[in-house]
């Protein structure tokens, strides 16, 4: 039987706009539009649906990510300069169950990163 491919994911964020723009900007996540401050739909070349939902708190689990993976380990150094440049703080990449590393998203979730 062919695996079911996971393509819908809804995050509850604190805030929308910023969440959208750092998927937008680093991840290169298409915004499909947005109602107003509360609600924005995103997608990626691969049939990803991914919706920002507006929260007035977020608590997630320590443990809880989504993940990039990238194609290579300079992809995984080249966006983790770019957050350190833009002010996020971020740790250098290190050699755990791949290359990789971890963001805190705008809107309270976490990012990893890796090859």
């Keep these: 039987m062919k695996p079911?491919?996971?393509n819908h994911l809804n995050l509850t964020v604190t805030d929308v706009n910023a969440a959208k723009?750092?998927?937008e900007t680093y991840f290169n996540l298409q915004s499909g539009g947005t109602r107003g401050n509360s609600f924005a739909v995103m997608f990626d070349d691969n049939g990803l649906v991914l919706t920002l939902m507006k929260g007035a708190q977020v608590s997630y689990p320590n443990t809880f990510h989504i993940g990039f993976i990238?194609?290579?380990?300079?992809?995984?150094n080249e966006i983790n300069m770019r957050l350190k440049?833009?002010?996020?703080d971020v740790?250098?990449?290190?050699?755990?169950?791949g290359w990789t590393f971890y963001v805190q998203a705008p809107g309270g979730f976490t990012v990893e990163i890796l090859s």
């Excluded at 990238?70 to 995984?76: G, L, Y």
């Excluded at 440049?85 to 996020?88: A, M, V, W, Y």
């Excluded at 250098?92 to 169950?97: I, L």
Aim: glycine share 4%; hydrophobic share 25%.
């Design 4 to 6: 079911i491919k996971l």
């Design 21 to 23: 723009d750092f998927l």
């Design 70 to 76: 990238q194609e290579s380990e300079e992809k995984v």
């Design 85 to 88: 440049e833009d002010g996020f």
């Design 91 to 97: 740790q250098p990449p290190q050699r755990s169950h």
